[in-house]
């Protein structure tokens, strides 16, 4: 009999003494953060693209994996991301960046490539995906970079005895709507 | 699952938002109960007996920064925009206390003149957790709009306790000017999380050799259980368990109050007590975890040279991060503090109905009517001590009906005014203590409201 009377007192005290409150309203909650991440560098010196006096046959690629869209709520809630490159190249040579998603198969889900002029040490470029044009984004798994080193107009090489860097940077901004 | 939980704790807060930190009860000799708060009280019972689980209902939540009605109110206010003024406003040491006690037994006996025993035994839940602003924009912007900036692990503190206290104390009146007193607690551990003491911040910036630097520095944060996990690891909150630690069980720890009144003239008197000077050494169904170390991520490096096959950057990636950052789990055994506080005041009654004795007049009474004080309590947190001053009333408004009026500025409030009335019915001390009463009426914008009440058998 005392607990339930001491239960009444306290509902009673509650019910009595709120006013206009509604816990429904956290339903319509919605939150927009947006993270930025590092994503891939490489660099490359004039000994990485010429042995024993010969222009390695290119494009050069690497392949890393990544497991950032393993977690569901990163997949349903991811609305856009914003890729930013930049690339230092101090060589007199023409690149061009492919940058490749590959989902699990390695089938791609988003490529794109970046065209670096020679001696171009200011190079960037934006790549702004909606994921509402690009579903399958969300699928990818692993990224593929590849370089390719464009032949000289006057079919010179590249001299290993004149050091000279090519620098590629990356990073994204990833946006979510959080319901 | 996320909502049900903040609207769980936003219910808690609501429905807890019924008690401070027994201000009113502080110094309010005709209850019983205030020699829990100040062993050294003057009890002029004969003896006390306190219905069991009636006596001391007491339910203390307060949090800073923040209320219920700010986020809940049906306002046409969208709730995304609540919140996110409500996160903007929090200050960088806002957080919330619950403490809640439920007495099973209390009673006290007069040895002599000088002489007053008591004990009991009650429950306790007593939490604090910090709010931590940093990482609550953290979770709600990203870090995109916060490049530059720390957040730092430190201001996550958790410390909460489930116990049961039985405890034993005297008051001894040494002479007409003091008395003192002692209450010696054995506490019960039932279940603890602890996590304080952490440190280490997590920055991202533009990078000198990347677009984006991360850096995790300095990172040494821990955190202790006890209760809530069985020998597998698993969530296991075991009703057994926790009934076979409530009396004398696994989690033992022993508690010290003292205190003392002291007049300093027949109107003028300071008392003060130092309440819960002690700790719990939990043994039973422990998970503990500590993370240490250094790390920055620039982005993975690919390697191009002599177009070498691909190495497994992934996996390269979380060898390093296990190298830097070193993960423990342990079931060592640990002690906890216990929340120690602290209580101070001054009085002074003044106010006699009749000045003078006279033989004849049979209306003569030898109490003085009013009483006006200050109080000053405080509780060490882990993020330092908590003050609260408190300014009081006393009014007797018969030999055995007593009241109080308080007003008291803490980290919650600047505008808490309570009251508490006392009274003794045939051979019933029945009593009531509202505070912050001018938000009763809306306890949902109440950053702290409180209601307790009790039941005494008294004997003068």
Partial sequence: MRKILYCLFLSLLFMSCVKDIDFDQIDDLTLTPSFSAALVNATLSQDDLVLNGIELPLPIEQTSYFSVFDNSTVRDDLTRVVFNFEVFNQFDREFIIGLEFLDEAFVPTYITSLNVSANDMNFTQEEDILIANYPTFVNSRNIRVTVTLLPSDDGSIIDVNEPATFRFESGGTFYFTVD | MMKRFVIGVFLLIGISAVAQHQ?????????????????????????????????????????????????????????????????????????????????????????????????????????????????????????????????????????????????????????????????????????????????????????????????????????????????????????????????????????????????????????????????????????????????????????????????????????DLDEAIDEEENKDEYSVMRPIKLNASVKHSFGKSRREENCTDMMYNDYFDNAVGAQLHSTFRPIGPRFALTGFYERRLAKKINTKVTYTIDDFSYANFGLGISADIWKINVYGLVDNVFKLSDIADASTASVQFGLNVVFD
């Avoid at chain 2, 201000?23 to 062993?39: D, W």
């Avoid at chain 2, 206390?97 to 007495?103: K, L, R, S, V």
């Avoid at chain 2, 924009?137 to 909460?160: E, M, P, T, W």
């Avoid at chain 2, 002479?175 to 999380?193: D, F, P, Q, W």
């Fill in chain 2, 23 to 319: 201000k009113i009860l502080y110094g309010f000799n005709k209850i019983p109960q205030t020699l829990l708060l100040n062993p050294g009280g003057e009890i002029d019972y004969k003896y006390h007996i306190g219905v069991p689980a009636l006596s001391g209902v007491n339910t203390n939540v307060n949090v800073s920064g923040l209320t219920v009605a700010d986020l809940f109110r049906d306002d046409n206010i969208d709730f995304t925009t609540k919140l996110i003024g409500v996160v903007d406003n929090l200050g960088d040491n806002d957080y919330a206390a619950i403490n809640t006690q439920i007495e099973i037994l209390n009673a006290g006996y007069r040895l002599n003149d000088k002489t007053y025993i008591s004990g009991g035994f009650y429950t306790e839940i007593d939490a604090f957790f910090s709010i931590p602003k940093d990482l609550l924009l953290l979770a709600r912007d990203g870090n995109s709009a916060y490049l530059n900036r720390s957040f730092l692990i430190s201001k996550i503190n958790v410390k909460a306790d489930a116990l049961t206290v039985l405890h034993a104390g005297v008051s001894r009146k040494i002479n007409e000017k003091m008395t003192v007193g002692a209450r010696l607690k054995i506490y019960s551990g039932l279940l603890n999380l602890t996590s304080t003491g952490n440190q280490g911040s997590f920055r991202t910036r533009l990078g000198a050799n990347s677009v984006y630097e991360h850096i995790l520095s300095n990172l040494d944060a821990s955190v202790q259980s006890s209760g809530f996990y069985n020998t597998d690891n698993e969530f296991d909150v075991d009703g057994n368990s926790i009934r076979s630690n409530a009396f004398l069980g696994s989690n033992m720890g022993l508690g010290l109050d003292i205190g003392f009144t002291y007049h300093a003239n027949e109107q003028t008197e300071f008392t003060a007590s130092i309440l819960d000077f002690g700790y719990i050494g939990y043994k039973d169904k422990l998970r503990n975890a500590t993370i240490q170390g250094d790390y920055v991520f620039s982005g993975i490096e690919f390697q191009y040279e002599n177009n070498q096959v691909n190495p497994d950057y992934w996996q390269d990636l979380n060898d």
